[in-house]
C-alpha cells in the first residue's frame, strides 16, 4: 500500500531565505506527483503537477523535481515570502483516491 | 474561472439531524471525490465517482452517502451525523475518469462540527 511522508513536519525561516520541502512515497509506479498548499480556513491549492515522465516542473518561486526510482520529491522555494507561510502538501495516486501526506508547515519570519 | 465550489463553509449541527454538503465543478470533469481532513491522520477518501451514476466507497465510507446526477455536482450526504464526523471536508474533481492522471482541483473546504 502506498505511504507518503512529508520531513520535516514544520520549519521556520526568515525571511528570504531559500528552501527545500521533502516528500517521499513507498511505491515507485506512480503516475504523477503533486504539490498543493493549504491555507488556514481555506482550501487546497494546486501548485505543481510532475508528471512520472518529467524531472522538474517549475512555477514562478517555485521548483518541484521528482526521482522515482528513490522514491522522492523536493519542493524548493526561493526567497521565501512571509506570504509563503502556510502547510505543503504533497500527494500521489493510489487506486482512485490520491494519497497525501501530513503536510510540512511552513512559517516563514519578516 | 476554473472552480470546485463548495457549500456551507461552516456548519454546527446536531447528532442525527440530516445533512448534506454541495459540491460543484464548472470544468466538465469526470471524475470527483470527497476526502476528510482530521488531525494526524491527514487526508482520507469517503466516496468518489467517475462518472454520472457511477460512483463507489473510499476508504473511510460509513455513514456517508452520495449521489452523480449530473456531471457538475456531487453532494455528500450524512442521513445521521454522529461527533466522530466532525472534521473538514474536501471535494475534489479532476478531468481524468480515474482520478490520477490529471491535476486534481479542490474545493475550499468545509467545516463541520457535529454536537
Known amino acids: 500500500k502506498q505511504e507518503v511522508t512529508q520531513i520535516p513536519a514544520a520549519l521556520s525561516v526568515p525571511e528570504g531565505e531559500n528552501l527545500v520541502l521533502n516528500c517521499s512515497f513507498t511505491d515507485s509506479a506512480i503516475y504523477n506527483l503533486q504539490w498543493f498548499r493549504q491555507d488556514p480556513g481555506k482550501g487546497l491549492t494546486s501548485l505543481l503537477l510532475?508528471?512520472?515522465?518529467?524531472r522538474e516542473q517549475t512555477s514562478g518561486r517555485l521548483n518541484a523535481s521528482l526521482d522515482k526510482s528513490s522514491g522522492r520529491s523536493t519542493l524548493y522555494i526561493a526567497a521565501s515570502q512571509p506570504g509563503d507561510s502556510a502547510t505543503y502538501l504533497c500527494?500521489?495516486?493510489?487506486?482512485?483516491?490520491?494519497?497525501f501526506g501530513k503536510g510540512t508547515t511552513l512559517s516563514v519570519s519578516s | 474561472e476554473a472552480q470546485v465550489t463548495q457549500n456551507p463553509r461552516y456548519l454546527i449541527t446536531v447528532t442525527g439531524k440530516k445533512l448534506t454538503v454541495t459540491c460543484s465543478q464548472n470544468m466538465n470533469h469526470e471524475y470527483m471525490s470527497w476526502y476528510r481532513q482530521d488531525p494526524g491522520l491527514g487526508l482520507r477518501q469517503i466516496y468518489y465517482s467517475m462518472n454520472v451514476e457511477v460512483t463507489d466507497k473510499g476508504d473511510v465510507p460509513e455513514g456517508y452517502k452520495v449521489s452523480r446526477k449530473e456531471k457538475r455536482n456531487f453532494p455528500l450526504i450524512l442521513e445521521s451525523p454522529s461527533p466522530n464526523q466532525t472534521s473538514l471536508y474536501f471535494c475534489?474533481?479532476?478531468?481524468?475518469?480515474?482520478?490520477?492522471?490529471?491535476?486534481?482541483?479542490f474545493g475550499q473546504g468545509t467545516r463541520l462540527t457535529v454536537v
Open positions: 510532475i508528471q512520472s515522465s518529467q
Open positions: 500527494a500521489v495516486p493510489g487506486g482512485t483516491a490520491l494519497i
Open positions: 475534489a474533481s479532476s478531468l481524468d475518469p480515474q482520478g490520477v492522471g490529471t491535476e486534481a482541483f
